[in-house]
Antibody
Framework: QVQLQQSGPGLVKPSQTLSLTCTVS??????????WNWIRQSPGKGLEWLAY???????DYNPSLRSRLSISMATSKNQFSLNLTSVTAADTAVYYC????????????WGQGTLVSVSS | DIQMTQSPSSLSVSVGDRVTITCQAT??????LNWYQQKPGKAPKLLIY???NLQTGVPSRFSGSGSGTQFSFTISSLQPEDIATYYC?????????FGQGTKLEIK
């Protein structure tokens, strides 16, 4: 059973960089049947897809945040990570990592969620 | 971006009720629509993919239908464990977007 475990700080200061990591167990992040995503949820904006990365290194980002987002993967550690730069209070949200099935585009495995608060 | 509008935003329900939620897209998305259930403090759970396909292990009282811009999600006989918030999500093109959610509450 594939599981996704998130790690990273729950508090980030304004203007700094939010960094989260998702460790995948029970399956390989290099499996070409899947791609790996970050999604966030805030009271104001609901569920918002942020970015994905595929085993080949292909990435895509939500255009509304593209200039501040970066997603990467470490295949040797079976992990993928998200960086969001220049954060403000508007970036306060629960951040989820999630697996999507390639070609069908549904999110079938999710991490536990990390509440990230942006505050000084 | 394609916008997804769900209705209603909340619904008071009783055990045994037939519950229907609708989701409208701002453009034709074929059947590129998924439905999720989310309980407080938990990640969303996939219920329906491709508008009408039941995810493995999901009870058959859940169903979905529709194509183009109009979709519906139905619980045929509501069970207590179905009290949650439900979201639609399109996958016609990136960025994928979600509806704002429909929260079920016990009457």
């Amino acid at each position: 059973q594939v599981q996704l475990q998130q790690s990273g700080p729950g508090l980030v200061k304004p203007s700094q960089t939010l960094s989260l990591t998702c460790t995948v167990s029970g399956g390989s992040i290099s499996n070409d049947n899947f791609y790996w995503n970050w999604i966030r949820q805030s009271p104001g904006k609901g569920l918002e897809w942020l970015a994905y990365i595929y085993y080949s290194g292909k990435t895509d980002y939500n255009p509304s945040l593209r200039s501040r987002l970066s997603i990467s993967m470490a295949t040797s550690k079976n992990q993928f990570s998200l960086n969001l730069t220049s954060v403000t209070a508007a970036d306060t949200a629960v951040y989820y990592c999630a697996r999507a099935v390639y070609g069908y585009h549904y999110f079938d495995r999710w991490g536990q969620g990390t509440l990230v608060s942006v505050s000084s | 971006d394609i916008q997804m509008t769900q209705s209603p935003s909340s619904l008071s329900v009783s055990v045994g009720d037939r519950v229907t939620i609708t989701c409208q897209a701002t453009q034709d998305i074929n059947t590129y629509l998924n439905w999720y259930q989310q309980k407080p403090g938990k990640a969303p759970k996939l219920l329906i993919y491709g508008a009408s396909n039941l995810q493995t292990g999901v009870p058959s009282r859940f169903s979905g239908s529709g194509s183009g811009t109009q979709f519906s999600f139905t619980i045929s006989s509501l069970q207590p464990e179905d009290i949650a918030t439900y979201y639609c999500q399109h996958f016609d093109d990136f960025p994928f977007t979600f509806g704002q959610g429909t929260k079920l509450e016990i009457k």
